[in-house]
């Protein structure tokens, strides 16, 4: 119809310089390994969760046991009064305290038993195995065990903890950030080309346009100074993560070193354990030789029944303290975010 026609194709690209995209994708790439180590301190927390269920069960376990030997003591000693009582060898008072003693016993033994389905309903939770029933479970709460050493193990925490990986990473991620803000101000190239025909005119044209902006009154110098100052930050945390490491530490170990000590001196050959035995042995003889009285026996079985209570709670505590220095101090793993964190 007479009118001019034109057409043509116009192509752009920008040319990002200075290495800002590799640097972009090293800051995302220490943010993934951030993330997996946050992981691996959630799953230490949760095996150091299951095995402090196992060992709190198996304690349990034994403390069930050792309040039933305790009844049948406790009940063997009635049988004993009721015979001397029959013959006027004691008294009524000297009967009820054995009654007294039975009745004890066999509420310990209740307790026992609640706290064992207690700690029952523990593991299956932690273990997240709702099918799982009560049942007798392999393990030795007595095995030997080698001393652990709190310097190697604060040494283990700054080297091996998935907590102290994650504040390094942090501290990598910041330094690649000031890397970035570094190179913010140079400039990228944008490249532009049209080349357009004319229908009317019979004639073709090509342009091409190169744009290069230059950072002359803008370095980037505040970003530059946020990234660093989150890089001190980012150092200033690793610092304080060991020293709450020496702290929490210092807790846990304090609480080892204890229970390690009342077990060692409870079971030991001459220890507490056996002294308390022999003195219940001793107190029954004297009674039926008419050397003790019958409080005497009352009071050597007390003895042998609180000794191995006792006994019975520090390797609670001692195994406690244990698997959490395993577990490099990670614990909690039910909690919500904040009662996870150590």
Known sequence: GGAAEQHGVFIGQEFVRGGKLCLDQAIVAMEVQRAEQQEAMQQQR??????????????AQRRDE?????????????????ALLAVKDISEADMMRSRIELQSAQLMLKNAGNRYIGAWIRLIAVAGVSDLQPQPLDGDVEQSMERIDADDVLARLVSESPEMAVALSEVERARRVVARARAEPIGNVDVQGVVQSDNGTGSSNANLQISLPI???????GGIRQARAEVIAAERAVERLELDFKRRLAIVYQRYANARNQVVDYSADG???????LTLDLARKGYHD??????????GQRMYFEVNLAYIEALGQLWSATVEIDGMLLKGSLGNGDAAKP
């Open 46 to 59: 949760v095996v150091t969760d299951v095995r402090f269920a196992f060992y709190d069960v198996l304690v």
């Open 215 to 221: 950072p002359w009154l803008n370095s980037n110098q």
């Open 66 to 82: 050792t309040a039933n030997q305790l009844v049948d003591i406790a009940r063997d000693a009635v049988a004993t009064a009721t």
């Open 271 to 277: 220890g507490i354990l056996e002294n308390s035995r």
């Open 290 to 299: 008419g050397d003790l009285s019958y409080l005497d026996l009352i009071t």
